[in-house]
């Protein structure tokens, strides 16, 4: 497996992006857009950028030059000296304009070399805004004040009003993030995802180019180029503000190459452990996650839901949805005490949920889960994978919508709140071997009147082992039900393939729940079962 996960630290420089700046004081004068943006004027519309695009791709690639003795000092530049480059506020893009976003640039260093040329859009006619060490503060004695003017940008990101903190930041790849519906960063997402997963290394294109132009009611339309050795693409994200974040994305996707695993609207996200596989981690917090589950909304209607999960080993796994009427990662646990975490307060990670504007036609959601011992690694992945062959030449047309959320739209069915794992068997009896308990809890959506006599049963499939004990009932001392069931892992192999497991909760033939979907490995049963021998 090639797939390496994406740090926090050394790739998305987490700290960077949230708003978690020292700003020094400095005796200086604020510069004007026509001050910042003094490039020539030129022609842009997005038309102009898919014409861009679309050329590129008929040419060899050619990635970003950077003068080998700049790349020297941006190499010196690590996480501890980045922290020491603080963009100065009175240069803060439309600083001055009272309904506009404003925008502030991050400074290049050794995890983000290779530049980005930005642009300023007003008026059918782009200005770039060229890059120098004067817009930024640091020590006297730094070593970027040495840099040429061979490098560039590394990226942007979006302030409030007030300009006490950013509220979306694009910086590295094609990755950008936002601070969701309370203010909390956590998950990311990206332009695209080429070969994820796949037994190839996977390629990461590169937002190249940005041109920034001002949306009405305080929102930003960010232009993007994309560039990669096997793609070009043409990018516009509208995003504004209300209770959440939403963002329009229009993509012209153009193939230089071929690609093994095209993966639209890839989501980028961290799962260490919870109330599922607790046993994993030595940590004191209850649950370390941004994400804990995927949701899908297939053409047909069925809502799933797939609680993530901390694989032995890295996994891969695709769900067919033909014409998807929409996907994301979820944070549906949104209590302080299920994390106890009040450094990063996990509750509040946003949920993030793509839909897709028109048909997509044919096409599976695909979800990368990579094993991680620590919350530092963003080890989930979900993008969707059109069945369309990405081969040479081909040009891939999609829009959807982004809405980073406390929850994605409310199924007419009910949710799943929870998914735990125990030892199987009845208290207080002899607990059979290698078998397991799962319990999962329902949100009670659509079960008003029913109880224990009213024939509510739960179906329960696995790929290999044995079902018994299934039972459905209300919870009695809160709202909601409860599905269990055991699983008999079967006879101790070295059989450590995943079982596949599917559930959902009927009632006369009507499905009552979502379909939840699960993946055990043997050697996390047996070491959870010989955890509580």
């Known amino acids: 497996m090639t797939f390496a996960p994406v740090t926090r630290r050394d790739t998305l420089a987490a700290a960077l992006a949230s708003g978690a700046f020292f700003l020094l004081p400095r005796v200086a004068s604020a510069?004007?857009?026509?001050?910042?943006?003094?490039?020539?004027?030129?022609?842009?519309?997005?038309?102009?950028?898919?014409?861009?695009?679309?050329?590129?791709?008929a040419q060899p690639f050619a990635p970003a030059a950077v003068p080998a003795a700049d790349a020297q000092i941006l190499e010196a530049i690590d996480y501890d000296l980045h922290q020491q480059i603080i963009y100065r506020s009175e240069d803060t893009l439309w600083g001055e304009d009272g309904e506009?976003?404003?925008?502030?640039?991050?400074h290049p260093g050794r995890y983000f070399k290779e530049p980005v040329r930005i642009y300023v859009v007003d008026g059918g006619q782009a200005r770039e805004i060229p890059f120098t060490t004067d817009l930024f503060e640091m020590p006297g004695d730094h070593p970027a004040r040495n840099l040429g003017a061979g490098t560039g940008f590394a990226g942007f990101r979006v302030m409030d009003g007030e300009q006490k903190?950013?509220?979306?930041?694009?910086?590295?790849?094609?990755?950008?993030?936002?601070?969701?519906?309370?203010?909390?960063f956590g998950m990311s997402v990206r332009g695209l995802?080429?070969?994820?997963?796949?037994?190839?290394?996977?390629?990461?294109?590169?937002?190249?180019?940005?041109?920034?132009?001002?949306a009405p009611a305080g929102g930003i339309i960010a232009y993007a180029l994309m560039e990669s050795p096997r793609v070009t693409g043409a990018y516009r994200i509208v995003s504004h503000?209300?209770?959440?974040?939403?963002?329009?994305?229009?993509?012209?996707?153009?193939?230089?190459?071929?690609?093994?695993?095209?993966?639209?609207?890839p989501l980028t996200s961290m799962f260490w452990y919870g109330k599922n596989n607790g046993f994993v981690a030595p940590d004191w917090r209850p649950e370390v996650h941004d994400s804990d589950g995927l949701e899908i909304l297939t053409g047909g209607g069925e809502r799933i839901w797939r609680p993530l999960n901390n694989p032995p080993y890295a996994m891969t796994n695709s769900f067919g949805a033909d014409g998807v009427k929409g996907f994301g990662l979820a944070q549906r646990e949104r209590s302080f005490s299920e994390y106890e975490d009040d450094g990063v307060f996990y509750e509040?990670?946003?949920?993030?949920?793509?839909?897709?504007?028109?048909?997509?036609?044919?096409?599976?959601?695909?979800?990368?889960?990579?094993?991680?011992?620590?919350?530092?690694?963003?080890n989930i992945v979900a993008f969707w994978r059109p069945a369309q062959p990405a081969t040479a030449g081909t040009e891939f047309d999609i829009a959807y919508k982004l809405n980073w959320v406390e929850a994605s739209p409310a199924p007419a069915v009910a949710q799943f709140t929870a998914t735990r794992i125990g030892a199987g068997g009845v208290p207080g009896q002899p607990r059979p071997a290698n078998t397991v308990k799962f319990v999962c809890d329902l949100d009670g959506r659509g079960f008003e009147g029913l109880d224990r006599t009213s024939g509510v049963e739960a179906k329960v499939e696995a790929?290999?082992?044995?079902?018994?004990?299934?039972?459905?009932?209300?919870?009695?001392?809160?709202?909601?039900?409860?599905?269990?069931?055991?699983?008999?892992?079967?006879?101790?192999?070295?059989?450590?393939?995943?079982?596949?497991?599917?559930?959902?909760?009927?009632?006369?033939?009507?499905?009552?729940?979502?379909?939840?979907?699960?993946?055990?490995?043997?050697?996390?049963m047996r070491e959870l079962l010989a955890s509580h021998a």
Do not use: C
């Open 31 to 57: 510069q004007g857009v026509a001050e910042l943006a003094s490039g020539p004027a030129e022609p842009f519309s997005f038309d102009i950028l898919r014409g861009m695009a679309r050329d590129l791709a």
């Open 100 to 106: 506009a976003s404003k925008v502030r640039f991050f």
């Open 165 to 184: 903190d950013d509220w979306m930041a694009f910086l590295g790849a094609s990755y950008w993030r936002t601070a969701g519906y309370v203010g909390q």
């Open 193 to 214: 995802a080429i070969d994820a997963g796949a037994p190839t290394p996977e390629e990461f294109p590169r937002f190249t180019r940005f041109w920034l132009e001002k």
């Open 241 to 265: 503000r209300d209770d959440g974040i939403f963002q329009d994305v229009d993509a012209n996707i153009f193939l230089r190459g071929d690609i093994d695993r095209l993966g639209i609207a």
């Open 348 to 378: 509040k990670r946003a949920t993030v949920w793509v839909e897709p504007k028109g048909d997509w036609g044919q096409g599976a959601v695909t979800l990368v889960e990579l094993s991680t011992n620590d919350e530092i690694h963003d």
């Open 463 to 524: 790929s290999r082992g044995t079902i018994g004990l299934t039972v459905a009932y209300p919870i009695a001392t809160q709202e909601g039900w409860r599905v269990m069931f055991d699983l008999d892992l079967g006879p101790e192999s070295e059989d450590n393939s995943p079982i596949d497991l599917r559930m959902f909760v009927q009632h006369d033939g009507k499905a009552m729940s979502e379909t939840w979907l699960y993946q055990v490995f043997p050697s996390q």
